[in-house]
């Protein structure tokens, strides 16, 4: 090799692989550098010169005051434009919303034109539109940032292509890649740096400024577009003091580029000068054009120069374009751009004489790259040993990044033999130090330098790292402080005053700095201050020597390490404790590790209350002034009584628009400050020498060990300790477990909600509502009530059997609240209140809520799809970062809990991404039973549509492969795979597109394939895709801006394409997340940021837009308003097979409520619907298909005030104080276009379907009908709506069904009912409350203005529905209604019908036997009927050859249950068969209070099933598919059918066909018969065959036997679907207690025989002769059923109780109850039981136990009545009535006395007689009992309302 090979060959330092950015460090030459080439020096033009001289002596010097760096360059991008085109994006929004601000004012431009700002849906769109500007001779600019300014490449392409001058501003920001970030680096510029633009990079605030104006004059100077940037947060939001440039000093600059102005102007496109732009070009002249451009290039630095002289000459200050400090000589060199320039300046500053060696280049022009102006920057080449290149951005699959490779390239080229060493450093604002520096100079120095380099982390993996320590490097005098604060505290705008009052107050410079945590709400501020008599250079978080340090939150100091918050100060500053305690309190409050740090560093110590300095002062919550002032007397920064005098002026300039009592308010509070503060005295040796250990004292306390991730990952980022973490604890693609808030904590309320138990309704509204998912409702059973804390107070659950066996607690997460009391607000009857945090914890409320947690969910037992049960389904988001009162998550809650176990999501960046996806922070959880949870996604702002679309796209084709998969295994492997195995994935095949269905296959499916995959090839490519089996419920989440703005395309796509997106937009009506800057779905007169004069438009309707299609589901909901409708609209839009929008209503803390800010958001939803601004309504494409009217307005009343609604809102009122006329007119148009839209859609509502809905077939005389609901759980609406089909099956006419609201107008409703009959069915919520729609009703028929027989004339009917578990409250709602109709003067036709919630049937129960006196009230005609078949009410599909696996059908809400006990009680040759029924409830969610009863669901037994099938010529082991068709089918039904089942078993356990018969079966059957049959049939049916009838009826037939006898009717199997009843339930009391006799369950069964009238025939009931016949082991359906007993809280009250036959089922339980009570030391009271029953030998159940309890203490005394024993019979039956007779003492001494309870238990037909026997026994018993019958009667009913009498009677 040759010595000049040898000497240009490069040496590898510290090579690193290309994937980890690594670079080569180059050593050229060893020959020394050539002579470097120094660039021509540049003058100005002397005339030019002159005149900017001259404008500087006329104008003077700018002032010096606090700016930052956004705000100082939107100036001058306003002063030197004509039009700006702007979009929000963080961290440039300010640049806009300052430019905004200043057009709204009025603010002139230099041009003396208010400067015109126009947002754009987009940044693309905002580039797209300055390009146009510019095309025509315009003057634009444009600020962006990050993804926004990789959107506006391709115009940058061709602006600088077509060489337009501009400028455009760019706060330089990390662009999104592994995860969103929005804190700054410089990735976004390097991303642009090859578009043709320049790139002119500041290094601070002042030169933020100055560079600004800069580049506009050499944009226009060059015509090469600029790219004005400066580092994101660390200079756009920093504040400095700086030098301003006055207006005139721009008015100069115009003047000046006058020449060049107009030339630009003439290059526009003009028809006066007309030529084309923006042409095609071949191949053959594309190259020479690009070419021709180079000449412009090359004289950009020299205008750029030109610039910085004119700017010289203007202010005084030099700059060059790349701009040397250091060493003269110096050897070792930092190369560096941006912020972290002025920190490596300011510790070369430092170093002083020592600094000889080394220097920092800064680099201002980019781009072009000036080899020259660079190379003569720098000190003697031939003495540099080594550049470290420090780059602010990452070029991962690079040898290098651009900038290494730039100065890489520059060094070769001038032979010069330095290192250059590769770094990276302060990606996403990561903090840049003096530490930093120092490590990076002694790499430099090292005789192996690390190549490439990190610094500010630890590499543990590819060993890049620097080690560095902290540094105290500022000028001397400066004072540093840190001020810890909260988010809403005021102590950030506070800070920002204080560094307003010192910088125009002094001439000391100023320097503020605002670090945030990852939260909306509750997140910590740390302010970082320095002021001093030097300029500050150092852009970088206080680390060390911090003078003064205040903690303004009590909690940080447990919260956060000691070392965290005490580490920056010096020994011996001052810090200051915002809190109440005294001193002897700090030694017990503070911890040792922050006392110990206190005492090493001899801190001076003091403290203050400001809170309650606040509140004695009056200002509340806001200790931000008081704050302040303290500051003031103990920094030092100026004296005293200056600094205060100037803080009062501040405080009264402040507020002085607010009245002058608040002012003074202030003032005191300033004053009073001063007077509390307090010097804490303390041992600094004791403090210092304490023994502590840092890491295990602020260890989290936790009830479990949670895994590794969250002690070693996310405590550290929860505690502002995310610094710490290693690359090694990082995931490379940025996917992190979900439930990271779970662990937090946070504890940032300072008051939270705690409920009443008495007062609560169980209604959920609370749950469903919080933002945060802190508040929930839990069930628990009395077993494990029994281990909760004793402050877990609850009430029995009500609602229903589904309810049975739980108790009801709302119970809220001290540590986890927010204090937002949106809960207490929306809670209907007041309920719940806050209380101070630090009592609820004292109160037990923490352990109530860490219990709570480990109760099993429950929330398979109720429908999630409704309000009330969607809050028992664990919530998938909770504790979010959202700002408190938050609107947008309540939405994205309920949709986890409807969906969350197969949820995806595509969350578009946003605010819902931020509060759903910061690491560290993510509020999406697992399934804690399954480990199921939400996939949630983040791509971009403006592509989540296609996002979403695309993961859509994919797992559809994904399934379609597994659908592929699986036939083939089907088809190939099915003799090797298992039965059942064989059955799951026929079945999956068939129901693979039901979400739930496909859940639960998967569920079952899972187990199997992974056992059976060695059977053959094709179950194992059927396992590899198991992960598709269950079909997900896949969802887009994001705000107004995106889908009205930046993502409509999208959107449109999306729904246009037809698949099946569902898209929840959560509208706040602003930008949120960036700050609140319009949008398209700003309403009109609103004031937003972008639109401060007032947005002048309508706000765009995204639902009307959507609907056009006819094919999108398009719902708009307001969840406070209408929590039903919200639940129906979700429900809805994911059972739609189609696209589905949903227009959600989220108050925004950008609303800028009044008074209650977003605490009232829910009632604000509420009013926001009352008075039209936002309407309710469902568009539902399916409705069409059946011939319906799609559109259903929902908000069909229109009652509230929309000026008083708007005025409680400072968006819309600021206008009315700014421009009053303006605001008067806008919100005038706006309350005209809401009045016009809600008129549109009550005509779209009212437009007939093709087929009508009500009025089709009305034939019959009847008068007409009105149907009016009030339904706040939609089962009132369903019946109502099956009332009118049943109606119309008999030809009455409906004219209407609707709800109450809709007639709340008093001639509404009299015009509805003048020619019709008003049936009115009505729910009752809750403790006798109205449901949502019918709430205006009832204000309105109550009212006391209306007037007596207003409604005279009117007639109605009622029917109630209810829970008669809430007994003073029962059906109330429709009572009141039904009372009030009548005092109006309307008149009832019949009696109220009530459906009761507890009946075996539920509601069905009490409709069925309503329905027949409706008919004969309103003389209705019988069902229209031709006797053909009707339609049946099933389709089924028969699968010939498919595997029999069925599972068994289990009824919705029971539980299977195995039998462990069927032991017959009585002599095998005894008539009764009485039986010891006993089933285990071991692994079974099975719990039941005390004097419950359970429903057992019996099955026909196999030889009579056999029977039927051979008759009715069955094949029972064929497998079909039961698909429901009509609306009318139960529940039951449709859960049977969710499977695959045989015939067998339809007819085992599904249809009564051996149950009592009714006549309407006769009917149904003699469809199906032959004439003969057919007639006689029909004429059972009627009057005249009633005589047949009872005949039949003696014969006790079964639905079977009616068949057999007439065999010619053989009803399809389908028919026998629709026409035979389910199998019901026999319903048995409870014979044991669930604490005595754990993990079973007890009954007294006896055996239901009895003769036949007719025949003499032995008759055995279904359930009795099934459970006669089952054995043991077999499973059963179970469900618990609400027992009636009322039981006395205290147990020494005695019961004195009635036990007839098995009647004594429950009292044995009460028995048992009473002996496990006594067993754990609880005192009993006194036990009688009246036992009767037919005879003693036989029938005394259980006389063992009686002896036992008896022997035992329980059992006062037990007195037997036994009907036929000698020697009473014959001729005597005794009945227990007669002994109560005889011992009236037992009753009249516990029941009068004592204030005992009374129970009875047994046949209906005993209870008078029971009750006779009662009031003897009180009658005359001493001188408090009732002297007389009457008076016993008397007392009887006060007894029983007392609740002291139950019965149980059958």
Same mark, same amino acid.
């Given at each position: 090799?040759?010595?000049?090979?040898?000497?240009?060959?490069?040496?590898?330092?510290?090579?690193?692989?290309?994937?980890?950015?690594?670079?080569?460090?180059?050593?050229?030459?060893?020959?020394?550098?050539?002579?470097?080439?120094?660039?021509?020096?540049?003058?100005?033009?002397?005339?030019?010169?002159?005149?900017?001289?001259?404008?500087?002596?006329?104008?003077?010097?700018?002032?010096?005051?606090?700016?930052?760096?956004?705000?100082?360059?939107?100036?001058?991008?306003?002063?030197?434009?004509?039009?700006?085109?702007?979009?929000?994006?963080?961290?440039?929004?300010?640049?806009?919303?300052?430019?905004?601000?200043?057009?709204?004012?009025?603010?002139?431009?230099?041009?003396?034109?208010?400067?015109?700002?126009?947002?754009?849906?987009?940044?693309?769109?905002?580039?797209?539109?300055?390009?146009?500007?510019?095309?025509?001779?315009?003057?634009?600019?444009?600020?962006?940032?990050?993804?926004?300014?990789?959107?506006?490449?391709?115009?940058?392409?061709?602006?600088?292509?077509?060489?337009?001058?501009?400028?455009?501003?760019?706060?330089?920001?990390?662009?999104?890649?592994?995860?969103?970030?929005?804190?700054?680096?410089?990735?976004?510029?390097?991303?642009?740096?090859?578009?043709?633009?320049?790139?002119?990079?500041?290094?601070?605030?002042?030169?933020?400024?100055?560079?600004?104006?800069?580049?506009?004059?050499?944009?226009?100077?060059?015509?090469?577009?600029?790219?004005?940037?400066?580092?994101?947060?660390?200079?756009?939001?920093?504040?400095?003091?700086?030098?301003?440039?006055?207006?005139?000093?721009?008015?100069?600059?115009?003047?000046?580029?006058?020449?060049?102005?107009?030339?630009?102007?003439?290059?526009?496109?003009?028809?006066?000068?007309?030529?084309?732009?923006?042409?095609?070009?071949?191949?053959?002249?594309?190259?020479?054009?690009?070419?021709?451009?180079?000449?412009?290039?090359?004289?950009?630095?020299?205008?750029?120069?030109?610039?910085?002289?004119?700017?010289?000459?203007?202010?005084?200050?030099?700059?060059?374009?790349?701009?040397?400090?250091?060493?003269?000589?110096?050897?070792?060199?930092?190369?560096? &751009?941006?912020?972290?320039?002025?920190?490596?300046?300011?510790?070369?500053?430092?170093?002083?004489?020592?600094?000889?060696?080394?220097?920092?280049?800064?680099?201002?022009?980019?781009?072009?790259?000036?080899?020259?102006?660079?190379?003569?920057?720098?000190?003697?080449?031939?003495?540099?040993?080594?550049?470290?290149?420090?780059?602010?951005?990452?070029?991962?699959?690079?040898?290098?990044?651009?900038?290494?490779?730039?100065?890489?390239?520059?060094?070769?080229?001038?032979?010069?033999?330095?290192?250059?060493?590769?770094?990276?450093?302060?990606?996403?604002?990561?903090?840049?130090?003096?530490?930093?520096?120092?490590?990076?100079?002694?790499?430099?120095?090292?005789?192996?330098?690390?190549?490439?380099?990190?610094?500010?982390?630890?590499?543990?993996?590819?060993?890049?790292?620097?080690?560095?320590?902290?540094?105290?490097?500022?000028?001397?005098?400066?004072?540093?402080?840190?001020?810890?604060?909260?988010?809403?505290?005021?102590?950030?705008?506070?800070?920002?005053?204080?560094?307003?009052?010192?910088?125009?107050?002094?001439?000391?410079?100023?320097?503020?700095?605002?670090?945030?945590?990852?939260?909306?709400?509750?997140?910590?501020?740390?302010?970082?201050?320095?002021?001093?008599?030097?300029?500050?250079?150092?852009?970088?978080?206080?680390?060390?020597?911090?003078?003064?340090?205040?903690?303004?939150?009590?909690?940080?100091?447990?919260?956060?390490?000691?070392?965290?918050?005490?580490?920056?100060?010096?020994?011996?500053?001052?810090?200051?404790?915002?809190?109440?305690?005294?001193?002897?309190?700090?030694?017990?409050?503070?911890?040792?590790?922050?006392?110990?740090?206190?005492?090493?560093?001899?801190?001076?110590?003091?403290?203050?209350?400001?809170?309650?300095?606040?509140?004695?002062?009056?200002?509340?919550?806001?200790?931000?002034?008081?704050?302040?002032?303290?500051?003031?007397?103990?920094?030092?920064?100026?004296?005293?009584?200056?600094?205060?005098?100037?803080?009062?002026?501040?405080?009264?300039?402040?507020?002085?628009?607010?009245?002058?009592?608040?002012?003074?308010?202030? +003032?005191?509070?300033?004053?009073?400050?001063?007077?509390?503060?307090?010097?804490?005295?303390?041992?600094?040796?004791?403090?210092?020498?304490?023994?502590?250990?840092?890491?295990?004292?602020?260890?989290?306390?936790?009830?479990?060990?949670?895994?590794?991730?969250?002690?070693?990952?996310?405590?550290?980022?929860?505690?502002?300790?995310?610094?710490?973490?290693?690359?090694?604890?990082?995931?490379?693609?940025?996917?992190?477990?979900?439930?990271?808030?779970?662990?937090?904590?946070?504890?940032?309320?300072?008051? +939270?909600?705690?409920?009443?138990?008495?007062?609560?309704?169980?209604?959920?509204?609370?749950?469903?509502?919080?933002?945060?998912?802190?508040?929930?409702?839990?069930?628990?059973?009395?077993?494990?009530?029994?281990?909760?804390?004793?402050?877990?107070?609850?009430?029995?659950?009500?609602?229903?059997?589904?309810?049975?066996?739980?108790?009801?607690?709302?119970?809220?997460?001290?540590?986890?609240?927010?204090?937002?009391?949106?809960?207490?607000?929306?809670?209907?009857?007041?309920?719940?209140?806050?209380?101070?945090?630090?009592?609820?914890?004292?109160?037990? !409320?923490?352990?109530?809520?860490?219990?709570?947690?480990?109760?099993?969910?429950?929330?398979?037992?109720?429908?999630?799809?409704?309000?009330?049960?969607?809050?028992?389904?664990?919530?998938?988001?909770?504790?979010?970062?959202?700002?408190?009162?938050?609107?947008?998550?309540?939405?994205?809650?309920?949709?986890?809990?409807?969906?969350?176990?197969?949820?995806?999501?595509?969350?578009?960046?946003?605010?819902?991404?931020?509060?759903?996806?910061?690491?560290?922070?993510?509020?999406?959880?697992?399934?804690?039973?399954?480990?199921?949870?939400?996939?949630?996604?983040?791509? #971009?702002?403006?592509?989540?549509?296609?996002?979403?679309?695309?993961?859509?796209?994919?797992?559809?084709?994904?399934?379609?492969?597994?659908?592929?998969?699986?036939?083939?295994?089907?088809?190939?492997?099915?003799?090797?795979?298992?039965?059942?195995?064989?059955?799951?994935?026929?079945?999956?095949?068939?129901?693979?597109?039901?979400?739930?269905?496909?859940?639960?296959?998967?569920?079952?499916?899972?187990?199997?394939?992974?056992?059976?995959?060695?059977?053959?090839?094709?179950?194992?490519?059927?396992?590899?895709?198991?992960?598709?089996?269950?079909?997900?419920?896949?969802?887009?989440?994001?705000?107004?801006?995106?889908?009205?703005?930046?993502?409509?395309?999208?959107?449109?796509?999306?729904?246009?394409?037809?698949?099946?997106?569902?898209?929840?937009?959560?509208?706040?009506?602003?930008?949120?997340?960036?700050?609140?800057?319009?949008?398209?779905?700003?309403?009109?007169?609103?004031?937003?940021?972008?639109?401060?004069?007032?947005?002048?438009?309508?706000?765009?309707?995204?639902?009307?837009?959507?609907?056009?299609?006819?094919?999108?589901?398009?719902?708009?909901?307001?969840?406070?308003?209408?929590?039903?409708?919200?639940?129906?609209?979700?429900?809805?839009?994911?059972?739609?097979?189609?696209?589905?929008?949903?227009?959600?209503?989220?108050?925004?803390?950008?609303?800028?409520?009044?008074?209650?800010?977003?605490?009232?958001?829910?009632?604000?939803?509420?009013?926001?619907?009352?008075?039209?601004?936002?309407?309710?309504?469902?568009?539902?494409?399916?409705?069409?298909?059946?011939?319906?009217?799609?559109?259903?307005?929902?908000?069909?009343?229109?009652?509230?005030?929309?000026?008083?609604?708007?005025?409680?809102?400072?968006?819309?009122?600021?206008?009315?104080?700014?421009?009053? &006329?303006?605001?008067?007119?806008?919100?005038?148009?706006?309350?005209?276009?809401?009045?016009?839209?809600?008129?549109?859609?009550?005509?779209?509502?009212?437009?007939?379907?093709?087929?009508?809905?009500?009025?089709?077939?009305?034939?019959?005389?009847?008068?007409?009908?009105?149907?009016?609901?009030?339904?706040?759980?939609?089962?009132?609406?369903?019946?109502?709506?099956?009332?009118?089909?049943?109606?119309?099956?008999?030809?009455?006419?409906?004219?209407?069904?609707?709800?109450?609201?809709?007639?709340?107008?008093?001639?509404?409703?009299?015009?509805?009912?003048?020619?019709?009959?008003?049936?009115?069915?009505?729910?009752?919520?809750?403790?006798?409350?109205?449901?949502?729609?019918?709430?205006?009703?009832?204000?309105?028929?109550?009212?006391?203005?209306?007037?007596?027989?207003?409604?005279?004339?009117?007639?109605?009917?009622?029917?109630?529905?209810?829970?008669?578990?809430?007994?003073?409250?029962?059906?109330?709602?429709?009572?009141?209604?039904?009372?009030?109709? +009548?005092?109006?003067?309307?008149?009832?036709?019949?009696? &109220?019908?009530?459906?009761?919630?507890?009946?075996?049937?539920?509601?069905?129960?009490?409709?069925?036997?309503?329905?027949?006196?409706?008919?004969?009230?309103?003389?209705?005609?019988?069902?229209?009927?031709?006797?053909?078949?009707?339609?049946?009410?099933?389709?089924?599909?028969? !699968?010939?050859?498919?595997?029999?696996?069925?599972?068994?059908?289990?009824?919705?809400?029971?539980?299977?249950?195995?039998?462990?006990?069927?032991?017959?009680?009585?002599?095998?040759?005894?008539?009764?068969?009485?039986?010891?029924?006993?089933?285990?409830?071991?692994?079974?969610?099975?719990?039941?209070?005390?004097?419950?009863?359970?429903?057992?669901?019996?099955?026909?037994?196999?030889?009579?099933?056999?029977?039927?099938?051979?008759?009715?010529?069955?094949?029972?082991?064929?497998?079909?598919?039961?698909?429901?068709?009509?609306?009318?089918?139960?529940?039951?039904?449709?859960?049977?059918?969710?499977?695959?089942?045989?015939?067998?078993?339809?007819?085992?356990?599904?249809?009564?066909?051996?149950?009592?018969?009714?006549?309407?079966?006769?009917?149904?059957?003699?469809?199906?018969?032959?004439?003969?049959?057919?007639?006689?049939?029909?004429?059972?049916?009627?009057?005249?065959?009633?005589?047949?009838?009872?005949?039949?009826?003696?014969?006790?037939?079964?639905?079977?036997?009616?068949?057999?006898?007439?065999?010619?009717?053989?009803?399809?199997?389908?028919?026998?679907?629709?026409?035979?009843?389910?199998?019901?339930?026999?319903?048995?009391?409870?014979?044991?207690?669930?604490?005595?006799?754990?993990?079973?369950?007890?009954?007294?069964?006896?055996?239901?025989?009895?003769?036949?009238?007719?025949?003499?025939?032995?008759?055995?009931?279904?359930?009795?002769?099934?459970?006669?016949?089952?054995?043991?082991?077999?499973?059963?359906?179970?469900?618990?059923?609400?027992?009636?007993?009322?039981?006395?809280?205290?147990?020494?009250?005695?019961?004195?109780?009635?036990?007839?036959?098995?009647?004594?089922?429950?009292?044995?339980?009460?028995?048992?109850?009473?002996?496990?009570?006594?067993?754990?030391?609880?005192?009993?009271?006194?036990?009688?039981?009246?036992?009767?029953?037919?005879?003693?030998?036989?029938?005394? #159940?259980?006389?063992?136990?009686?002896?036992?309890?008896?022997?035992?203490?329980?059992?006062?005394?037990?007195?037997?009545?036994?009907?036929?024993?000698?020697? !009473?019979?014959?001729?005597?039956?005794?009945?227990?009535?007669?002994?109560?007779?005889?011992?009236?003492?037992?009753?009249?001494?516990?029941?009068?006395?004592?204030?005992?309870?009374?129970?009875?238990?047994?046949?209906?037909?005993?209870?008078?007689?029971?009750?006779?026997?009662?009031?003897?026994?009180?009658?005359?018993?001493?001188?408090?009992?009732?002297?007389?019958?009457?008076?016993?009667?008397?007392?009887?009913?006060?007894?029983?309302?007392?609740?002291?009498?139950?019965?149980?009677?059958?």
């Amino acid at each position: 090799m040759s010595a000049d090979a040898a000497s240009t060959k490069a040496a590898v330092v510290g090579l690193a692989g290309a994937a980890v950015g690594a670079a080569v460090a180059l050593a050229i030459n060893k020959n020394g550098p050539v002579k470097v080439e120094k660039p021509a020096k540049v003058e100005l033009d002397p005339k030019i010169a002159a005149k900017l001289e001259a404008a500087r002596k006329e104008i003077g010097d700018g002032k010096w005051g606090p700016d930052d760096g956004a705000t100082a360059a939107a100036w001058v991008a306003y002063q030197m434009s004509d039009n700006a085109f702007i979009f929000p994006i963080t961290p440039s929004t300010l640049l806009s919303e300052m430019c905004d601000t200043w057009s709204a004012g009025g603010v002139q431009n230099a041009f003396e034109q208010v400067t015109k700002i126009t947002q754009l849906q987009s940044e693309a769109g905002a580039a797209g539109s300055m390009h146009g500007a510019l095309a025509v001779g315009g003057l634009a600019t444009t600020f962006t940032a990050s993804q926004g300014l990789l959107l506006m490449i391709p115009n940058m392409y061709k602006i600088a292509g077509e060489l337009i001058p501009c400028v455009m501003h760019i706060a330089a920001r990390a662009v999104a890649g592994q995860a969103l970030s929005i804190f700054g680096d410089q990735n976004d510029i390097q991303a642009v740096r090859s578009t043709g633009f320049a790139i002119l990079f500041g290094t601070n605030v002042q030169e933020a400024l100055d560079f600004a104006l800069v580049s506009h004059i050499a944009t226009l100077r060059s015509r090469v577009p600029f790219v004005h940037t400066f580092d994101g947060f660390r200079t756009s939001h920093e504040i400095q003091k700086i030098q301003a440039l006055p207006k005139e000093v721009f008015q100069t600059v115009v003047e000046l580029l006058a020449p060049e102005i107009d030339a630009h102007r003439a290059r526009g496109l003009n028809p006066n000068h007309p030529h084309a732009r923006g042409t095609a070009q071949c191949d053959d002249i594309y190259f020479q054009a690009v070419e021709a451009a180079n000449k412009y290039y090359l004289e950009v630095p020299r205008y750029v120069e030109e610039a910085f002289l004119w700017l010289e000459k203007l202010t005084g200050r030099k700059y060059g374009l790349y701009e040397y400090a250091g060493g003269k000589n110096a050897k070792y060199i930092i190369v560096i &751009m941006g912020s972290g320039a002025g920190v490596v300046e300011e510790y070369i500053e430092k170093l002083g004489a020592k600094a000889s060696d080394v220097g920092v280049l800064k680099i201002r022009l980019y781009r072009p790259w000036s080899e020259k102006h660079f190379l003569a920057a720098l000190p003697p080449l031939a003495g540099i040993k080594a550049v470290a290149v420090c780059n602010k951005m990452k070029d991962p699959a690079a040898h290098g990044e651009p900038l290494f490779l730039d100065v890489a390239a520059t060094f070769q080229g001038a032979k010069c033999q330095a290192k250059i060493i590769n770094g990276r450093y302060g990606l996403s604002s990561k903090d840049f130090t003096p530490g930093m520096v120092e490590a990076i100079f002694k790499n430099l120095k090292s005789s192996k330098p690390q190549h490439p380099f990190t610094v500010g982390l630890e590499d543990d993996v590819t060993h890049l790292s620097l080690p560095y320590g902290n540094l105290n490097t500022v000028p001397y005098g400066t004072k540093q402080c840190i001020f810890w604060g909260f988010g809403s505290d005021g102590t950030v705008g506070a800070n920002k005053n204080t560094i307003k009052i010192i910088a125009q107050n002094t001439p000391l410079y100023a320097q503020g700095y605002f670090k945030y945590d990852a939260l909306k709400s509750g997140g910590v501020t740390i302010s970082h201050l320095r002021f001093g008599p030097e300029p500050i250079k150092g852009s970088y978080l206080i680390d060390s020597g911090c003078d003064y340090l205040a903690i303004h939150k009590k909690e940080y100091i447990a919260s956060f390490f000691a070392d965290l918050l005490l580490g920056p100060l010096a020994d011996g500053g001052t810090l200051v404790l915002n809190c109440p305690w005294t001193d002897a309190d700090l030694e017990r409050e503070l911890p040792p590790p922050f006392r110990k740090l206190i005492g090493q560093k001899k801190l001076k110590v003091c403290a203050i209350d400001a809170s309650a300095v606040a509140k004695r002062t009056g200002m509340g919550k806001l200790i931000n002034n008081i704050m302040t002032a303290v500051f003031f007397e103990l920094s030092g920064v100026l004296p005293t009584e200056q600094a205060l005098a100037l803080l009062k002026d501040a405080v009264k300039k402040t507020y002085k628009n607010k009245g002058e009592a608040i002012v003074n308010q202030n +003032i005191t509070a300033v004053e009073a400050a001063i007077a509390a503060l307090r010097s804490v005295k303390y041992s600094a040796d004791e403090w210092a020498n304490l023994s502590c250990d840092m890491e295990s004292f602020y260890a989290k306390p936790r009830s479990e060990q949670p895994e590794k991730y969250v002690t070693e990952i996310l405590d550290k980022v929860q505690t502002m300790r995310g610094h710490e973490l290693k690359v090694s604890q990082m995931e490379a693609d940025g996917c992190v477990p979900l439930a990271q808030t779970r662990y937090a904590k946070r504890g940032v309320a300072e008051t +939270i909600p705690i409920v009443d138990v008495d007062k609560c309704i169980q209604c959920n509204v609370c749950s469903a509502i919080c933002p945060h998912a802190v508040i929930r409702p839990f069930l628990l059973s009395a077993g494990e009530l029994l281990k909760a804390p004793d402050s877990f107070v609850t009430r029995k659950a009500t609602g229903g059997n589904a309810y049975a066996g739980l108790h009801y607690r709302i119970q809220a997460s001290p540590n986890d609240c927010t204090g937002c009391e949106v809960c207490t607000n929306a809670c209907p009857v007041g309920a719940l209140s806050m209380k101070s945090r630090v009592e609820t914890l004292q109160d037990g !409320h923490g352990s109530n809520w860490d219990y709570a947690l480990t109760v099993p969910s429950r929330g398979n037992r109720f429908d999630a799809n409704t309000l009330k049960g969607s809050q028992f389904q664990d919530p998938l988001l909770e504790f979010s970062g959202a700002c408190e009162g938050c609107g947008e998550t309540p939405y994205a809650k309920l949709v986890t809990q409807m969906f969350g176990k197969r949820l995806i999501v595509a969350n578009a960046t946003g605010c819902s991404s931020i509060w759903g996806g910061t690491a560290g922070w993510v509020p999406y959880a697992k399934d804690k039973a399954t480990g199921k949870g939400t996939a949630w996604g983040n791509s #971009l702002f403006e592509d989540n549509a296609e996002y979403g679309l695309g993961q859509l796209m994919c797992v559809r084709q994904r399934r379609k492969q597994l659908r592929d998969r699986v036939e083939a295994c089907l088809a190939r492997a099915s003799k090797a795979m298992s039965i059942a195995l064989r059955s799951l994935l026929e079945q999956w095949l068939e129901f693979s597109e039901d979400g739930i269905i496909s859940e639960r296959l998967s569920d079952e499916l899972g187990p199997l394939l992974e056992a059976e995959k060695g059977k053959a090839k094709e179950i194992g490519e059927v396992l590899r895709l198991k992960d598709m089996l269950t079909k997900p419920s896949m969802w887009m989440f994001g705000g107004d801006g995106w889908a009205n703005d930046i993502g409509y395309g999208g959107i449109d796509h999306a729904i246009a394409s037809g698949n099946p997106v569902k898209i929840v937009i959560m509208d706040t009506e602003v930008y949120s997340n960036t700050g609140g800057q319009s949008s398209k779905a700003t309403p009109m007169g609103a004031v937003a940021k972008f639109a401060q004069a007032g947005r002048d438009q309508k706000k765009k309707d995204l639902g009307a837009m959507a609907m056009a299609y006819q094919h999108v589901y398009v719902a708009s909901v307001a969840i406070g308003a209408n929590y039903k409708q919200t639940c129906e609209a979700f429900a809805e839009a994911e059972k739609y097979d189609g696209p589905a929008i949903l227009l959600c209503y989220a108050p925004c803390i950008e609303h800028r409520f009044f008074k209650t800010g977003l605490s009232a958001m829910s009632l604000d939803q509420k009013d926001a619907v009352e008075c039209g601004y936002w309407p309710l309504y469902r568009f539902n494409p399916a409705l069409q298909k059946e011939g319906k009217n799609p559109f259903l307005l929902d908000s069909k009343k229109v009652t509230g005030d929309v000026m008083k609604f708007l005025s409680r809102q400072n968006r819309y009122a600021q206008l009315v104080r700014s421009s009053p &006329m303006v605001a008067e007119k806008l919100q005038s148009k706006l309350s005209e276009h809401l009045k016009e839209r809600h008129q549109s859609l009550r005509n779209k509502a009212e437009e007939p379907g093709k087929v009508s809905q009500t009025e089709s077939g009305a034939t019959s005389n009847c008068e007409p009908l009105i149907i009016a609901f009030g339904s706040d759980t939609g089962v009132t609406e369903q019946v109502a709506k099956k009332f009118a089909g049943l109606c119309a099956e008999r030809g009455i006419k409906v004219m209407r069904v609707c709800d109450l609201d809709e007639l709340s107008e008093m001639e509404d409703l009299k015009a509805a009912t003048a020619k019709a009959l008003c049936v009115v069915m009505c729910a009752t919520c809750g403790k006798g409350d109205f449901p949502q729609n019918a709430g205006l009703f009832w204000s309105a028929l109550s009212a006391g203005s209306v007037p007596p027989k207003e409604l005279q004339g009117m007639r109605f009917c009622t029917f109630a529905m209810g829970d008669r578990s809430y007994a003073d409250s029962f059906c109330e709602a429709a009572k009141r209604i039904e009372a009030r109709l +009548i005092e109006l003067g309307a008149q009832t036709v019949l009696e &109220m019908g009530i459906g009761d919630d507890r009946d075996e049937d539920k509601w069905e129960t009490g409709f069925s036997a309503w329905l027949p006196k409706f008919w004969a009230a309103i003389k209705a005609p019988e069902p229209q009927d031709d006797g053909t078949p009707k339609p049946a009410l099933f389709e089924l599909k028969y !699968h010939e050859g498919a595997a029999v696996a069925p599972s068994q059908i289990v009824p919705p809400g029971t539980q299977l249950l195995t039998i462990t006990e069927n032991v017959r009680m009585t002599p095998s040759e005894y008539e009764r068969d009485i039986r010891h029924f006993s089933l285990s409830t071991e692994g079974c969610d099975f719990p039941f209070d005390l004097g419950d009863a359970v429903a057992i669901y019996p099955e026909n037994l196999p030889e009579d099933v056999d029977e039927a099938l051979k008759f009715l010529e069955l094949e029972g082991d064929r497998v079909l598919t039961v698909l429901c068709t009509s609306d009318n089918v139960s529940e039951r039904h449709r859960r049977a059918f969710e499977q695959r089942v045989t015939v067998r078993q339809i007819l085992t356990t599904v249809l009564d066909i051996f149950g009592r018969p009714s006549k309407s079966f006769c009917t149904d059957l003699a469809r199906f018969a032959s004439p003969a049959d057919a007639k006689a049939l029909k004429r059972l049916s009627t009057a005249a065959g009633a005589e047949e009838w009872v005949a039949l009826v003696d014969t006790c037939p079964s639905f079977f036997d009616i068949m057999k006898k007439f065999p010619s009717a053989k009803l399809p199997l389908e028919q026998l679907l629709s026409v035979l009843p389910l199998i019901k339930p026999r319903i048995y009391s409870i014979a044991s207690d669930d604490k005595y006799a754990p993990g079973k369950v007890e009954f007294t069964v006896v055996i239901n025989q009895w003769k036949a009238k007719a025949t003499g025939e032995l008759k055995t009931g279904t359930c009795t002769k099934f459970i006669q016949r089952a054995a043991v082991g077999t499973k059963i359906p179970c469900s618990v059923i609400c027992g009636t007993f009322q039981f006395p809280e205290d147990d020494t009250t005695p019961m004195v109780m009635v036990g007839l036959g098995t009647g004594i089922a429950p009292i044995r339980s009460f028995m048992q109850d009473k002996l496990f009570k006594k067993q754990q030391g609880i005192k009993t009271g006194p036990m009688v039981v009246f036992y009767g029953c037919r005879r003693e030998k036989e029938e005394l #159940l259980y006389k063992e136990e009686w002896e036992m309890y008896k022997r035992e203490g329980v059992l006062t005394e037990l007195v037997g009545a036994f009907q036929f024993d000698k020697p !009473h019979y014959p001729p005597k039956q005794i009945f227990v009535s007669d002994r109560m007779a005889e011992k009236p003492q037992l009753i009249s001494e516990n029941l009068l006395a004592k204030g005992g309870y009374f129970f009875m238990c047994g046949p209906a037909v005993a209870t008078p007689s029971v009750q006779k026997a009662l009031k003897a026994a009180v009658l005359r018993a001493g001188k408090d009992a009732p002297q007389t019958e009457a008076a016993a009667d008397k007392w009887f009913q006060d007894f029983m309302h007392a609740g002291r009498y139950s019965e149980e009677s059958y």
